[in-house]
């Protein structure tokens, strides 16, 4: 894919961008190596106060900002300025809870017949942030902070569409006064991404991504003995019990479905509803997406704007076609809309079976499929039925029933009566296919630490006390 801004609203290319060569790649690695040296020296207080005036900045330039955002990758104008509020929210959480998060952690100094113990928490160096395209900051920002806070530093490769953005992180870093090189974009292809998997000088890495970009990183890094997180793809469940409020549980799927233009892994993807409320339910759903107002990003009035790529579009033409071959109903939409840009309808499709591959493959677009179950036993497996495991969205007022969700949920999320989201106080992540890790919260700022063991004795004593591991 050429490194390149076009417009998803219009299909215009606006601005296209050379990526770098291998030298300028091997160069790009040695000054963040180089950076590490004085960088893991500085002090919380030194980083917080940084990343706090990034988040200033963020604040001045959400109008500019938003705008490159949505004319980069379609996104609604009031979608994307919300998205920069979050990464300023985060930079923010980070830089007051980073110290505490990473404070040594004592240990029982008797136990191990020592005068002190405790686990140390300190970084690893450079990281390779490989990022996607649908949350071009807040996904970048989520690794960043954190990852900035404990002392590493970064090297982001950001998909090939959004290069503006992704060297805006650059700028924005420098800019906010952390030292030369810490945080540096890296404007290539993906075919580039192992020689820098296989380079000594980086020794971690995460991904957000599709599940085959996951285990390509994994494998190699995993030749290569280098901790990785993926937070892959999601086929998300939102199930409906008998209990829950109808109407609420209706428009809430609404904006878990559509959110991004439908174009996120954590979007509700599967409507799993009890057959005594499945017709109400559907018929409000239905009603719900239909009257969704589908257009130019920039205006407000617009809920759902165009999808990211023209191969978008496509994908979800493929995937209901294969549906309604066999069996499968469009009740709403279902088809692209004419005119220039990458628009779809938003659609919803009914009587889908798990023999379709749309039960199966994520479709990222305004795309929902509902399909029935008889009880609680039923709703469980139907949810579990996917080789996802990100997200997932149980509605019920019934306290045994959230238990068992909750218990029995193959996901690394479970929200009972609301819609999967990311908050920096949470950690996030999924199972299963769809990754492994956590981002966000206090085990997403470890994820990149050595958590070194310390041991001290009395002066003169010769060891721990054991002669084993």
């Not at 002392?151 to 800019?175: C, D, I, W, Y």
């Amino acid at each position: 894919m050429a490194i390149a801004t076009v417009n998803p609203a219009t299909g215009e290319t606006l601005k296209t961008f050379d990526a770098l060569t291998e030298d300028e790649i091997r160069d790009r690695i040695g000054r963040a190596a180089k950076a590490f040296t004085s960088y893991r020296l500085t002090s919380f207080e030194e980083r917080a106060g940084w990343l706090r005036a990034a988040a200033d900045v963020l604040d001045a330039e959400t109008d500019q900002l938003a705008q490159l955002m949505t004319t980069e990758m379609g996104k609604t104008l009031k979608a994307a300025k919300a998205e920069i509020g979050k990464c300023a929210a985060g930079c923010r959480y980070y830089a007051e809870h980073a110290e505490g998060f990473l404070a040594d952690e004592p240990a029982d100094a008797s136990a191990v017949k020592a005068v002190k113990a405790y686990a140390r928490y300190q970084p690893l160096g450079p990281v390779l942030a490989v990022m996607p395209w649908n949350f071009p900051l807040w996904q970048a920002m989520r690794f960043a902070a954190p990852a900035l806070m404990a002392g590493n530093v970064g090297l982001l490769k950001h998909s090939s569409n959004v290069p503006q953005t992704a060297l805006f992180m650059e700028e924005l870093f420098r800019r906010a006064g952390f030292p030369a090189d810490v945080f540096q974009t890296l404007l290539i292809g993906s075919d580039k991404v192992p020689m820098i998997l296989e380079d000594k000088r980086v020794v971690a890495a995460t991904l957000t991504g599709s599940t085959p970009a996951g285990q390509s990183v994994a494998e190699i890094s995993g030749h290569n003995i280098k901790k990785t997180v993926l937070e892959l793809g999601g086929s998300d469940p939102f199930v409906v019990m008998p209990s829950a409020d109808l109407d609420t549980s209706a428009g809430t799927a609404v904006t878990a479905r559509v959110q991004n233009n439908g174009q996120s892994c954590i979007a509700a993807k599967r409507f799993l509803i009890h057959d005594s409320v499945a017709e109400e339910w559907t018929r409000l759903f239905v009603e719900k997406m239909g009257a969704l107002v589908v257009g130019d990003p920039m205006d407000d009035k617009t809920d759902v704007g165009p999808l990211a790529t023209k191969n978008g579009v496509t994908d979800l033409e493929e995937l209901i076609e294969d549906a309604v071959g066999k069996g499968a109903k469009v009740v709403v939409g279902g088809k692209r809309i004419d005119g220039p840009g990458f628009y779809f309808a938003p659609t919803v499709l009914t009587d889908v079976t798990d023999q379709m591959e749309i039960w199966t493959e994520e479709a990222f677009g305004p795309v929902a499929v509902v399909a029935t179950f008889g009880d609680i036993d039923e709703a469980v497996r139907l949810a579990n039925d996917t080789q996802f495991g990100l997200g997932s969205n149980f509605w019920t007022d019934d306290k045994a029933e959230q238990d068992r969700f909750i218990r029995d949920a193959e996901a690394g999320m479970v929200f009972i009566n609301g819609m999967t989201t990311s908050y920096p106080e949470l950690p996030f992540g999924g199972v299963k296919n769809s990754g492994y890790g956590r981002e966000l919260a206090a085990h997403g700022i470890r994820e990149f630490c050595n958590i070194k063991t310390v041991w001290i004795g009395q002066g003169g004593q010769a060891d721990a006390g054991s002669k084993t591991e």
